[in-house]
């Protein structure tokens, strides 16, 4: 048994000013994104795809990720907390922000971007899908640090007692999605991509391999405590909005390969 060592989720004070943990693994997350962007652009070698058009790329997504992140924690987990104190909206830096919420919301942006920029939408998603995970696992890290999102109780030997709850051993659900949503997922996405695919067949695969990885680590982690908990068939909401992206990721694939044939 191991017991949550209660970082404090302040990591710099500069001043007045305070930097948290949980915002400094989004910058790390955005740095990875640019940093595998570039080399995705070197190994493409097309043209259309430049340095400059990733930054651009970044600030679609910042905008996606963050708006749509916190306004899904906000209408899928805790709609009646936030009602009673609105204000607590904005506060993004205490942490709370969903993924489905967020990965909706860069849909929206990426298909803004595309227009935009004349690019077909499902060819710009094939690009970027492999460029997430490690981002994912950065905010997975974040959690951990924050003491949120903890396990159910268990009785494994690497449970971990997180004092900020209770004295009862729980999964490190947040390692296990960092391990999976982050790590694994990766290596399957940039290993795929590293030759030319169908397109459409990337983005597939991210939503299958995404989808799968949180419908297995939610049964560990202890279910939101907003006004859903585990729902119909004992699930949580993060399984059920897991669920559409396992079933579109099946179709997506199919089609992508189907068009190849």
Known sequence: MFIHPQIDPVAIHLGPLAVHWYGLMYL???GFFLWLGRMRIRKLNQSGWHNKMLDDLL???LLGV???GRLGEVLFYHPGYYI???LEIFAIWRGGMSFHGGFLGVLVAMGWFARSRHIPWL??????APLVPLGLGAGRIGNFINAELWGRPTTVAWGMVFPNVDNVPRHPSQLYQFALEGLLLFFILWVYSSKPRPTGAVSGLFLIGYGSFRFMTEYTRNPDDGIFGLMTFGISMGQWLSLPMIVAGVGLMAWALRQRK
């Not at 060819?123 to 970027?128: H, P, Q, S």
């Open 28 to 30: 790390i997350g955005f």
């Open 59 to 61: 600030f679609y997504g």
């Open 66 to 68: 963050v708006l749509g």
């Open 84 to 86: 009673q104190h609105p």
């Open 123 to 128: 060819k710009l998603m094939d690009f970027i």
